[in-house]
């Protein structure tokens, strides 16, 4: 018997497609009538360009591609829509020995606080501008990636021109480790299990985590061509279903070893199941023997982690126009206003009665405590939401946003 | 000749594939072709190149470092677009489906660089084709080895002619419905267990 739905679906080698992974793997798509495809792949360029000539119909994609993909930033401009996200947080950035040496000997502490580590760093960096040395050369995994933007920001709250007093490159996510050992790069900003990796190897140290630097921010999403979810409203809706229980499978302690088992084969990460057990649990490994364990470090299901909130994507489009990728103008900003879909989300889980937000988007930054918010179905609650720096993101004042904000 | 005044950079880390696409383009009269199999200082070589054209193979994990350095590097001025037609989905689809991409500086028109690509695609599916015959000349030639072994057999233990042997071997294989490389494994396998019949 062959399945109502075929689907098949991009994925980069990282532990956040562990739920669309898992919804292949486990059964959860099957059980809503989808045979889902899952096919690895080599870059974010491929997973983008295949998507849009139709190759995919969904693919796990960096919060920020589809994005970019419908404002025409890409080689192959293509409608990509957000109906879906994988979870939040689950980066972390990495230094080299030599790198947080320095930064220890300016003050920084093995205890991953954004501000402090930011500030050691600006005082090594300008010690080495003193004794005229080369900047510093920091790896992301992509231009339009959550990972480019939260580096940039971290950077530049501390002080630090991302564009002028380091150089920024990019580095596929698997390389990132190898490339630090090798001394191609100083540091990088990239998803589990590549930062463990690093310091399992007694290469690099980590000096901070997304979940610092903004809590519960969003990461990596479901991208759908636009076209494909127009014609095929039913499959989406079906897949929707199955990745939230999937997701839910995947939030849940219990399924952490079958999780970690699945994620480690050679189909999937390729690296032993240890090495995704700190993502999994938040407890990590930071080097030279310190440790340290983290709230809501990687959530995938938790506190509307799947929620396409627009106020995530018009966050994206207010950093590309900081950062000189685009130029902030109305058209521009209704094509980031419509790239997330929460009717989408909303329309395919209802049938499950299960918490939805009542609202599209809200104010980033301005919860300070976990809180109940208003939904439909049963009671939502959302997690502490906050920048390091305390600033605060309201996507009703976009222009006072953009303008407010510095390079440095 | 137009063609001929373009500078194409090949990066791509497969040798024989890379050396196809080459001698293509040079068969096309594009005589300015560079190859690079490592992306390592290619910051550089690109600068010295100065490429009009970059024809990098797809699954190249290194593509999204590529093409960020494509769109920066002060060599290239202008930004980097796939140079296929946004609305010719079928040429685009062929050069993904072959395993290559091209790129090509934006301003450069189209239809100078299309028999580039065209050139590329039908270049990487001979190169496809060569792998694949290549293997199946591989797989013949073990299977002529083993049926050689086979006759061998039957001649040390039966006490036949090899032409008795082969024609034992290919009646048993049509009796059984099966193919004589078939059988012969079978035949060294069983030999192979029940001792040193061939006496090598």
């Given at each position: 018997m062959t399945a109502a739905h075929q689907i098949t679906a991009g994925f980069m080698p990282l532990f956040d497609s562990a739920v669309l992974v898992a919804a292949g793997e486990m059964g959860f798509a099957a059980r809503e009538g989808v045979e889902l495809k899952l096919q690895r792949e080599t870059s974010w360029a491929n997973i983008r360009d295949r998507i849009a000539i139709g190759h995919f119909d969904v693919a796990h994609m960096l919060g920020p591609m589809p994005l970019a993909c419908s404002l025409g930033l890409t080689p192959i401009a293509s409608e990509t829509i957000v109906p879906f996200s994988l979870g939040l947080g689950g980066n972390c950035i990495t230094v080299s020995n030599t790198v947080w040496d320095g930064m220890a000997a300016h003050g920084a502490e093995p205890d991953l606080d954004p501000a402090r580590a930011g500030a050691a760093l600006g005082a090594l960096i300008r010690e080495r501008v003193g004794a005229a040395r080369e900047p510093l050369r920091f790896a992301v995994v992509h231009p339009h990636s959550g990972h480019n933007y939260e580096l940039r920001y971290w950077l530049a709250a501390c002080g630090i021109d991302p564009d002028r007093d380091i150089e920024i490159v990019i580095v596929p996510p698997p390389f990132?480790?190898?490339?630090?050992?090798?001394?191609?790069?100083?540091?990088?900003?990239?998803?589990?299990?590549?930062?463990?990796?690093?310091v399992a190897a007694g290469t690099g140290h980590i000096v901070t985590v997304k979940a610092l630097l903004w809590r519960n921010s969003p990461e990596k999403v479901i991208g759908v061509r636009k076209v494909w979810a127009e014609q095929n409203p039913q499959a989406l809706a079906a897949l929707l279903r199955a990745l939230h229980h999937s997701a839910r499978w995947c939030q849940d302690p219990t399924n952490r070893t079958e999780l970690a088992e699945l994620m480690a084969d050679a189909r999937f990460l390729g690296q032993k199941p240890a090495v995704q057990m700190p993502v999994l649990s938040g407890h990590l490994a930071l080097g030279g023997g310190a440790e340290r364990a983290i709230e809501d470090f990687f959530v995938p299901f938790d506190k509307a982690a799947n929620f396409p909130w627009k106020s995530h994507a018009l966050w994206f489009y207010t950093q590309m126009v900081r950062w000189g990728q685009?130029?902030?103008?109305?058209?521009?900003?209704?094509?980031?206003?419509?790239?997330?879909?929460?009717?989408?989300?909303?329309?395919?889980?209802?049938?499950?009665?299960?918490?939805?937000?009542?609202?599209?988007?809200?104010v980033e930054g301005a919860?300070?405590?976990a809180t109940p918010v208003g939904s439909a179905g049963a009671s939502l609650v959302l997690g502490p939401d906050g920048f390091f720096d305390g600033q605060i993101f309201d996507p009703d004042q976009i222009e006072a946003y953009i303008a407010g904000q510095k390079h440095a | 000749m137009v063609h001929s005044s373009l500078a194409v950079l090949v990066i791509d880390e497969n040798r024989i594939r890379a050396s196809i696409i080459?001698?293509?383009?040079?068969?096309?009269?594009?005589?300015?072709?560079?190859?690079?199999?490592?992306?390592?200082?290619?910051?550089?070589?690109?600068?010295?190149?100065?490429?009009?054209?970059?024809?990098?193979?797809?699954?190249?994990?290194?593509?999204?470092?590529?093409?960020?350095?494509?769109?920066?590097?002060?060599?290239?001025?202008?930004?980097?677009?796939?140079?296929?037609?946004?609305?010719?989905?079928?040429?685009?689809?062929?050069?993904?489906?072959?395993?290559?991409?091209?790129?090509?500086?934006?301003?450069?028109?189209?239809?100078?660089?299309?028999?580039?690509?065209?050139?590329?695609?039908?270049?990487?599916?001979?190169?496809?084709?060569?792998?694949?015959?290549?293997?199946?000349?591989?797989?013949?030639?073990?299977?002529?080895?083993?049926?050689?072994?086979?006759?061998g057999i039957?001649?040390?233990?039966?006490?036949?002619?090899?032409?008795?042997?082969?024609?034992?071997?290919?009646?048993?294989?049509?009796?059984?419905?099966?193919?004589i490389s078939e059988i012969a494994q079978s035949l060294v396998t069983a030999a192979g267990l029940l001792g040193p019949l061939e006496g090598e």
């Open positions: 990132m480790a190898d490339a630090l050992a090798a001394g191609r790069i100083d540091g990088y900003c990239v998803g589990e299990p590549w930062n463990s990796a690093a685009l130029p902030h103008t109305p058209q521009n900003l209704a094509i980031a206003r419509d790239c997330y879909r929460p009717d989408l989300y909303r329309s395919a889980l209802k049938p499950l009665g299960v918490a939805l937000p009542g609202a599209n988007a809200k919860l300070k405590a | 080459e001698a293509g383009l040079r068969e096309a009269g594009h005589e300015r072709v560079t190859v690079i199999h490592d992306v390592a200082g290619i910051a550089r070589r690109i600068a010295e190149i100065e490429p009009d054209v970059i024809v990098i193979d797809l699954e190249n994990p290194n593509r999204d470092m590529l093409e960020n350095m494509f769109q920066l590097s002060r060599a290239v001025k202008r930004p980097i677009a796939m140079f296929v037609d946004r609305s010719d989905q079928a040429s685009i689809e062929a050069a993904v489906e072959a395993g290559v991409s091209a790129y090509v500086v934006d301003g450069l028109r189209q239809e100078r660089v299309k028999p580039i690509l065209d050139m590329a695609v039908s270049r990487f599916n001979a190169f496809s084709r060569m792998a694949r015959e290549l293997e199946e000349a591989r797989s013949e030639l073990e299977n002529r080895k083993v049926i050689d072994r086979a006759k039957l001649m040390k233990s039966r006490g036949l002619s090899e032409e008795a042997a082969y024609t034992l071997l290919r009646k048993t294989a049509m009796n059984q419905n099966r193919k």
